[in-house]
């Protein structure tokens, strides 16, 4: 009797003892989708292109533009490339690797428009080398003594933004400028104008992304 009751205990403890279910699978955490905010514009301290000792010019760089939007002719850029100072000729696969190149933009409100608003590059200025600026002279003759030109660069793009004055009109002439480590690859459509809220691109001289084994740049 006593060995009956024994093996029942032996029996029961061994069904309490059952294998424990498996526990659930720990789901995976979803993390949010984020999109990416686009970099405020960060303020450039402009030179002025009158104080600016160039070197020769880049043969083929010069480039004359017109800026048309829905026929009318916002704009005329009269663009060309030069080398730093004491540079004779400027030939980029002649160069050193560290030469900075100036792109030189003279731009002129078209006659159909009241008044122009802004210059910039249509794309980022590759090769950037933190030189930007313009002619503060025309930009005085052009605006009057309250005219002021602001310098920015927009996720790699670079604007010169006319504010106060008394507006950038038809056949007033202010030169820009930037500088970079790239010489050009051509021309093409990489700047743009506005003017009383219209817009339009037009060709000058403009680097490529990448620089090639022999200092000029690859398109």
Request: aromatic letters at 6%; one cysteine or more; glycine letters at 10%.
């Amino acid at each position: 009797m006593r060995r009956r009751a024994a093996l029942a205990v032996i029996l029961l403890a061994a069904c309490s003892k059952s294998p424990e279910a498996p526990s659930p699978a720990p789901s995976a955490a979803l993390t949010p989708v984020v999109a990416p905010t686009p970099d405020k514009p960060k303020t450039l301290v402009p030179a002025d292109l009158g104080t600016l000792k160039l070197g020769a010019k880049i043969a083929g760089s010069e480039a004359e533009s017109k800026f048309v939007s829905d026929g009318a002719t916002l704009a005329e850029v009269t663009s060309y490339v030069a080398c730093p100072e004491r540079v004779t000729v400027c030939d980029p696969k002649t160069l050193p690797p560290e030469t900075i190149y100036t792109y030189v933009h003279a731009v002129t409100p078209g006659k159909a428009i009241a008044s122009a608003t802004l210059f910039r590059t249509a794309r980022p200025a590759a090769g950037f080398a933190n030189g930007v600026g313009y002619d503060e002279a025309q930009a005085a003759a052009a605006l009057g003594p309250d005219g002021e030109i602001d310098v920015s660069a927009d996720n790699g793009a670079l604007v010169w933004r006319v504010i106060g004055g008394d507006g950038w009109k038809a056949g007033e002439p202010i030169t820009f400028y930037w500088q970079s480590t790239l010489s050009p690859a051509g021309t093409s459509e990489a700047y743009l104008v506005e003017t009383d809220g219209s817009v339009a691109i037009g060709s000058g001289p403009f680097p490529a992304k990448e620089k090639a084994v022999d200092g000029s740049a690859q398109r």
